[in-house]
C-alpha cells in the first residue's frame, strides 16, 4: 500500500520516459539539430527550455502529491501533512459542534492542487509562443514579397529563399509550441487524477473517523 501511495511520481516518471525515448528519436533523425539551426527567431529553443523546466516543476509537484499520498495513509502514524492538517481541523469542528463547512473543503482542494495547477497556464503559454513563432514567420515570408522590384532571375532565386527561411520558422516553432504544450497537458491531466484521488482518500478519512476520535 505504501507503493501505491507514490503512483504520481511512478506515472510521471512514465510519461517522462516516453518523451525522453521521443526526443531521441527525434534527435536521431536530425529534427533537433534542424531545428536549432534554421530557426532563425531562436523561438523554438525558448519554448523546449521552458518546457524542460516545467516538467521539472511537475516532477516536484508529483513527488509531493507522493509524499502526501503517503501520509494520507499513515494519517494516524504522521503527524504532519495535508490529511492529519485537515483531520485536526474537522475534529475541531465537530468539538465546537459545528457542521463540517464547505470552506473546508475548499481549503482542502485548493493545497492539494496547488502544486500543479500553474502547469496548466505553462501550457497555454507554450501553445502561445507557438503561435507567435508561426505569425513571425509569415511576416518574415510575406515582407521579402515587397522587396522584389525587377524580373531579375537572382533576385527571384532571392525572394524564394528568403521565403523558405520564413516557412520555416512559422512550421517550426509552430510544432515546438504545440508539441510542447501537448505534452505538458498529459502531465497536468494525470496529476489532476491523482489531486482527486488523493482528495477522495482524505475525505473517506474525514467521514470514518468517529466523532469523539482524537487524532494523534
Known amino acids: 500500500m505504501w507503493r501505491d501511495s507514490y503512483s ?3 506515472g510521471w516518471l512514465l510519461i517522462v520516459g516516453v518523451i525522453i525515448f521521443g526526443a531521441y528519436l527525434l534527435w536521431d533523425f536530425g529534427l533537433f539539430s534542424k531545428l536549432f539551426k ?5 523561438l523554438s529553443s525558448i519554448i523546449i527550455a521552458l ?3 516545467v516538467t521539472i516543476y511537475l516532477g516536484l509537484a508529483a513527488w509531493q502529491l507522493s509524499r502526501q499520498s503517503a501520509y494520507a ?6 503527524s504532519k501533512g495535508w490529511a492529519y492538517d485537515h483531520l485536526m481541523l474537522l475534529q475541531l469542528q465537530r468539538e465546537e459542534g459545528r457542521s463540517e463547512s464547505e470552506s473546508l473543503l475548499a481549503r482542502l482542494v485548493e493545497r492539494v492542487h496547488r502544486g500543479h495547477t500553474s502547469g496548466w497556464f505553462f501550457s497555454d503559454i507554450l501553445m502561445r509562443l507557438g503561435l507567435i513563432g508561426t505569425v513571425i514567420g509569415f511576416v518574415l515570408m510575406l515582407s521579402t514579397v515587397y522587396q522584389l522590384k525587377d524580373n531579375d532571375i537572382q533576385a527571384l532565386q532571392q525572394l524564394l529563399g528568403t521565403m523558405g527561411s520564413g516557412m520555416q520558422v512559422a512550421l517550426y516553432t509552430t510544432l515546438s509550441g ?9 502531465q497536468c491531466q494525470w496529476l489532476d487524477r491523482c489531486a482527486d484521488n488523493l482528495l ?5 478519512l474525514g467521514i ?3 466523532k469523539n476520535a482524537s487524532i494523534k
Open 8 to 10: 504520481p511520481l511512478y
Open 208 to 210: 470514518e473517523a468517529p
Open 178 to 186: 504545440l508539441g510542447s504544450a501537448m505534452l505538458v497537458t498529459l
Open 200 to 204: 477522495s482518500q482524505i475525505i473517506k
Open 38 to 42: 534554421e530557426d532563425i527567431t531562436h
Open 73 to 78: 495513509i499513515h494519517s494516524v502514524l504522521h
Open 51 to 53: 518546457f524542460c523546466a
